[in-house]
């Protein structure tokens, strides 16, 4: 039985991201992961080291030492990433304020075969965001101006450390949404966000970054800024340069400006949280979803019972309807809200008249609007807090979307807290978590290569949107063919020739 809660007018959703992980190492509640160096092989590249001359350079470029860190407790969080699984061990932090310090900086680091490691804001999932050994970790922390919004093309021009959340709530102010929503907006910034490609919770609905992203300020290696920030959807004026840093993770540049088209604002959003028996319930109320909401449809999520399981137990949440096997999170945002209560009424009575969906609650109420996105949002975290978390963010085509689950539950065995499913089903991408209570060689060896093979078989792909980062580079194999591979390093050779760009990252060493 459907409830329904009816509160019209409703205002647009504020998410946050849950506990900070960085305050779970500091107070020892998390174990320090062990060294890059020492968990995985990898040798240092030919770079040189840092010097105390560099360390009074960087002082005079920024105009001082409050923006060049040193010190050892300083420096921790940059060196750990978010899920705990790498740790480099740079003696350098610089927190440039605008695109000529990250000019200067870079000049003097190519110059010098200084490595370097651009860091936003550090949610990244794949180990891209944090040093391997001591490259220099360039934060973009102090770039975080936010220069127009303009109400009537849509268009945000902002510095690349704007948090995520914050711009969403400056141009909700202006009616315009952000064209991406993920669980880590209070933290994530806008250039980790382009730099990763970041999908999200609403891509069904906006689309990907290189869509949205209508202009980017970028430095290369060799401290040349490339002004890309053209303010228009339609430009068709050669060779689109934007797309080379979008996704490519600090590999060719540090983004340092942004132009983004931000759609406007829904009146009318609705959020229903449904239960149903089987996988197989879940992709036929998908297809229903899409052929009777249309248009309206902004987010369909698929959660699975352990994964809701975690994020209820971990941080007290209470969910609105019995337990089932699966559960799906369905949004709807229009601007007419007797049409889209229609619509969506309309969905899930026969839904539930072919006994596809079992249960379920319905809401434009924003808190519990709010409290809904909750129970999914902090699947992510609460699965680390089991102690470990192998993360796997892979694209499956809809007929095998479940079958890795099963097949991995079966192969770890007890050696797993949890292994469970939950993610993107309107975009095909399963977050396929496994949880435990450390990292251990036994358990990884188990998991890696298997759930690439298994998703190189199925013609997947074997990362839907965290990237490659420095956890997947062996693997980019599985989904890119050996030519376009020795395309993506002669183009790394040619825009960073002395290679000190977020090394060992996205490219197969
Ligand atoms: P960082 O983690 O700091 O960096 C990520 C990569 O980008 C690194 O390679 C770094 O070197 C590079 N980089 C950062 N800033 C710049 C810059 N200005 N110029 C050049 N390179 C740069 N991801 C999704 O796609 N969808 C989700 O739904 C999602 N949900 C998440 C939920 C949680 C709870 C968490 C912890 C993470 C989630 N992520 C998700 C992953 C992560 O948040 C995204 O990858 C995000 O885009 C990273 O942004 P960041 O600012 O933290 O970047
Ligand atoms: C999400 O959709 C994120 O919640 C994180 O992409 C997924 O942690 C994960 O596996
Ligand atoms: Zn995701």
Known sequence: MIQRTVLTGAKLLKRTVGSSLYRQFASGHREIPALTKERYPVKRGQFAEVTDGDVSKFKSILGGSSRVLTQAEEIQGYNIDYLGSVRGYSRVVLKPKNTEEVAEILRYCNGRKLAVCPQGGNTGLVGGSVPVFDEIVVSLQLMDKIEKIDEYSGILVCQAGCILGTLEEKVNEKGLVMPLDLGAKGSCHIGGNVSTNAGGLRLVRYGNLHGSVLGVEAVTAEGR???????????????????????????????????????????????????????????????????????????????????????????????????????????????NVAHDEEKLTTFLENSMEEGIVLDGTVTNE?????????????????LINDGYCFKYDISLPLENFYDIVLAVRERVGPLATKVTGYGHIGDSNLHLNVSCQKFTPEIYKLLEPFVYEYTSKVRGSVSAEHGIGFLKTKYLKYSKRPESLLLMGQMKQMMDPNGILNPYKVLPC
């Open 366 to 382: 924003p808190t519990k609007m709010r409290n809904i996105w909750k129970l999914r949002e902090l699947i992510a975290d609460s």
């Open 225 to 335: 800024i490339m002004d890309l920030m053209s303010n228009f959807k339609k430009d068709n004026t050669g060779y689109h340069l934007k797309h080379l840093f979008i996704g490519s993770e600090g590999t060719l540049g540090i983004i340092t400006r942004l132009s983004i088209f931000c759609p406007t604002a829904s009146k009318s959003v609705n959020v229903a949280f449904l239960g149903l028996e089987s996988y197989d319930a879940v992709k036929n109320t998908f297809l229903a979803a899409k052929r009777g909401l249309g248009e309206i449809l902004s987010s369909c999520e698929m959660i699975d019972e352990l994964s809701l399981e975690s994020s209820t137990q971990h941080f007290n949440l209470q969910s609105p309807i019995d337990k089932y096997p699966f559960y799906m999170l369905i949004e709807t945002s229009g601007s």
